[in-house]
């Protein structure tokens, strides 16, 4: 039998979670998304706070909202992991050194998105830092000011009108992508 099928195979045995929510090739047992959840935090280069976990394994569909939820709440409880006052996890030395045997038992694929996933929104939130956003609400519509900081210098201040709320939250969120290739895009075509 071929690698793959034998990987298919132990993967997809022993499902005890929900599967509401959860895509094709997401994970549909508790031992494999504790797995996963610890991969999360040892692979981050920075750390990952407790609130974020679930929303990491909700942007691909990796698995059920709650069995995640119930998961990382055992983890804490059975001292696999740590989470300290500002809600930062890390691993046990217990966890950590058991982790490389059953890091295996998820696909390669699955472990990819997820650590994708967490440095996706890592980075979002480190772009929220460094830029201000206003929203000034109008009769018909909103202004989005934008504020893109280096430090204490701003680099740029860009207003856009959105003209709902559905606007205003794509807005914000398709800037807070990329700011710097927007800034980047913009001051291109005013110096060409």
């Not at 914000?172 to 060409?192: C, E, H, Q, T």
């Amino acid at each position: 039998m071929s690698e793959t099928n034998d990987n298919t195979n132990a993967y997809s045995e022993n499902y005890d979670t929900f599967s509401e929510g959860v895509e094709l090739g997401g994970l549909r047992n508790t031992a494999q998304i504790k797995t996963l959840i610890c991969y999360i935090v040892k692979k981050m280069n920075t750390p990952v706070k407790r609130e974020k976990i679930g929303e990491i394994f909700q942007i691909h569909g990796l698995a059920n909202y709650f069995a995640v939820s119930e998961a990382l709440e055992e983890l804490i409880s059975s001292g696999n992991l740590k989470c300290d006052s500002e809600g930062i996890l890390a691993l046990t030395p217990d966890s950590s050194s058991a982790l490389f045997e059953l890091e295996k038992e998820i696909p390669k694929s699955v472990r990819e998105k997820a650590l994708g996933d967490a440095v996706m929104l890592e980075t979002i939130e480190r772009r929220k830092a460094e830029t201000k956003i206003e929203t000034e609400y109008l009769d018909k519509g909103a202004n989005i000011t934008f504020t893109l900081m280096n430090g204490k210098e701003i680099l740029m201040k860009l207003t856009v009108y959105a003209a709902d709320e559905n606007q205003v939250e794509s807005i914000k969120d398709n800037y807070l992508k990329d700011p710097a290739g927007l800034y980047a895009g913009i001051v291109s075509k005013l110096f060409v």
